[in-house]
């Protein structure tokens, strides 16, 4: 299956809110309520951050929340802190049994 | 405390096998609705999902590599193995394992160990 469409970058300055969308299909992730998203810094291993469309894991900050429409699932920072500066990738279960993953999301923090 | 970590060789050959392992403490595969999943990234680039075992032995593959990845697990050691045949330069990445504990997230991760494909 083809990988999910992120944008290549997004910025924000501190304080501000930013969004990243994750554009799917019907064969995933408009299709089934299993979308998350991942934290991944420079030379780290990536970060759960957002399961089932809008759970956090315990330990996230509430600044981070997720919501779907249709075939695009989307992230939002709000209040945004210089550590939030990472790649960002959403992933999603397929109508294969499967997974996939975004093409990822550079996260500037101005 | 949930930790997984990677093992195996950090340089194959063009058209060897590799092998690696990725062993795990803190849950047990053996429990219902857990699983242990592969994904890799290439260096600068993005994640890529490879295969995923759950505790009842049900394998699932990347459709588009599935027939070079055998996945497989022992409960007794801790432990789940990734063998991925022919590898090629592209196949040089960063392997992850991480725990699958429902709906498809991978709630922790190992390390990951970069593995460069090179004769």
């Known amino acids: 299956q083809s990988a999910l469409t992120q944008p290549a970058s997004v910025s924000g300055s501190p304080g501000q809110s930013i969004t990243i969308s994750c554009t799917g299909t019907?064969?995933?992730?408009?299709?089934?309520?299993?979308v998350s998203w991942y934290q991944q810094h420079p030379g780290k291993a990536p970060k759960l951050m957002i399961y089932e469309v809008s759970n956090r894991p315990s330990g996230v900050p509430d600044r981070f929340s997720g919501s779907k429409s249709g075939n695009t699932a989307s992230l939002t920072i709000s209040g945004l802190q210089a550590e939030d500066e990472a790649d960002y990738y959403c992933s999603s279960y397929t109508s294969s049994s499967t997974g996939v993953f975004g093409g990822g999301t550079k996260l500037t923090v101005l | 405390q949930i930790t997984l970590k990677e093992s195996g060789p950090t340089l194959v050959k063009p058209t060897q096998t590799l092998t690696l392992t990725c062993t795990f403490s803190g849950f047990s595969l053996s429990t219902s609705g857990v699983g242990v999943g592969w994904i890799r990234q290439p260096p600068g680039k993005a994640l890529e999902w490879l295969a995923l075992i759950y505790w009842d032995d049900d394998k699932r593959y990347s459709p588009s590599l599935k027939s070079r990845l055998t996945i497989t697990k022992d409960t007794s050691k801790n432990q789940v193995v990734l063998t991925m045949t022919n590898m090629d330069p592209v196949d040089t990445a960063t392997y992850y394992c991480?725990?699958?504990?429902?709906?498809?997230?991978?709630?922790?991760w190992g390390q990951g160990t970069l593995v460069t494909v090179s004769s």
């Open positions: 991480a725990q699958n504990s429902g709906s498809y997230r991978l709630d922790y």
């Open positions: 019907s064969s995933d992730v408009g299709g089934y309520n299993y």
